[in-house]
Every structure is written in C-alpha cells, then in structure tokens.
C-alpha cells in the first residue's frame, strides 16, 4: 500500500465514522429512552474509540486528514435522515434500517483493521496496534447489532 493510497484509505474510514457517528447521534435522540437508546450508546462508544486510532494513525504517519471527505460523510448522513424509512419521523422501519446501515459500517471498519494487519510490516507505526484485538472487538460489534437488526426485522416485515 503506498503512502498516498493509506492516507486516503485512513480518511475514507474516518469520513465512515464522521458519518456513522451522526447517524447514532440521531438515532439515540430520536428513540431517548427506550432499550435501542440505550444499546447505541454503548456502540458509539466503541465507534468513538475506533476513530480515535483512525485519526492517531493519520497524525503518526504523517497524513493529513482530509475535510472535504468528513464533510461530504455529514452531508450524506444528513441526506440519508430522509431515506431511512422513507419519512422524516422515525418508525420502526427507518430503526431497522438504521441498524442495517450501523452493522454494515461495522464491517467495513473489521475489514480496515484486516486490510492493515497484512501490512503492517510496510509501516512499523502498525505493529504498535493489537490488530487482532480490534478486528475481535469489531467483529463482537457486529454481531450484537445484526442480532438487533434481526429482532428488528421480525418485528416490522
């Protein structure tokens, strides 16, 4: 992987996460108080976590991060406020969906920890990472928001 090709992976994934962190944001304020508030909170936690060492990585290797990516992850987010559902007011579908989006976002961050794992030998700043840690907790991540995106569909299709 040459620098220029990590630096704009890195960004890609840490536009992700300015995207995936709104989408959360909105959803614990749009379900305040029920069990989903609650279960997101703790994954945006981990979410928060990861992209902090998004952007450590960024910073270490010398990388800048880039805006215009971060703001144009917000405009899509806030774009997709409308698809989700397809209305403006949450239901139990746009939930569904917003979950789908969460767990798909999920693995895209496992496949960047993986993506980096193989070569991390090119970039020794790597080696630092537990790799394998994170890619485990990501992937525990994962299955707790299918299994909530599963009981999600039962409940609405």
């Not at 614990?28 to 994954?43: D, H, K, S, T, W």
């Not at 991390?120 to 790597?126: F, T, V």
């Not at 299955?143 to 039962?154: F, M, S, T």
Request: charged share 30%; glycine share 6%.
């Amino acid at each position: 992987m040459s620098d220029e090709a990590l630096s704009a992976y890195l960004n890609d994934h840490l536009a992700g996460s300015v995207g995936a962190i709104e989408m959360i944001e909105r959803a614990i304020e749009e379900n305040a108080g029920n069990v989903l508030a609650r279960r997101l909170e703790q994954e945006l936690e981990a979410i928060r976590k990861d992209q902090d060492i998004v952007r450590e990585l960024i910073a270490q290797l010398g990388f800048a991060e880039s805006r215009l990516k971060k703001a144009g992850a917000w405009l899509v987010e806030k774009a997709g406020r409308v698809k989700l559902g397809g209305t403006e007011e949450p239901t139990e579908l746009s939930r569904m969906e917003t979950l789908e989006a969460l767990a798909i976002g999920i693995h895209g961050r496992r496949a960047l920890w993986r993506a980096l794992r193989v070569v991390a030998d090119k970039h020794p700043i790597l080696r630092h990472l537990d790799l394998d840690l994170l890619e485990h907790q990501t992937a525990q991540q994962h299955d707790r928001v299918e299994a909530w995106r599963l009981e999600a569909a039962k409940e609405v299709l």
